[in-house]
């Protein structure tokens, strides 16, 4: 079992920045990707970043050059930079990571672009 708890979350401007974290516990060993996922009122979840262990990166074309995905191995814990943010980043955000043979998710935090 893996558990995810995301914070960071909140309400910027429009042109602002915000950092979420991801700090993962239990049998984290087993843990080789992780990944951010957003979710806006009425679409569906979308993966937004994903680093592996070796870090390894890939972002959604929607936020590349605005935000950075990092990871701390040693503490188990991955961020989400956002930088340079619009309306439309406006979402959940949800931290994943699949450990066969299932996806474990955090419980989402709120962001909410607005001025």
């Known amino acids: 079992q893996v558990h995810l708890v995301e914070s960071g979350g909140g309400l910027v401007q429009p042109g602002g920045s915000l950092r979420l974290s991801c700090a993962a516990s239990g049998r984290t060993f087993n843990i080789y990707v992780m990944g951010w996922y957003r979710q806006a009122p009425g679409k569906e979840r979308e993966r937004v970043a994903a680093?592996?262990?070796?870090?390894?990166?890939n972002y959604a074309d929607s936020v590349k050059g605005r935000f950075t995905i990092s990871r701390d191995n040693a503490k188990n814990t991955v961020y989400l930079q956002m930088n340079s943010l619009k309306p439309e980043d406006t979402a959940v955000y949800y931290c994943?990571?699949?450990?066969?043979?299932?996806?474990?998710w955090g419980q989402g935090t709120q962001v909410t672009v607005s001025s």
């Open positions: 994943n990571t699949h450990i066969p043979p299932r996806d474990y």
């Open positions: 680093i592996t262990r070796s870090n390894n990166t």
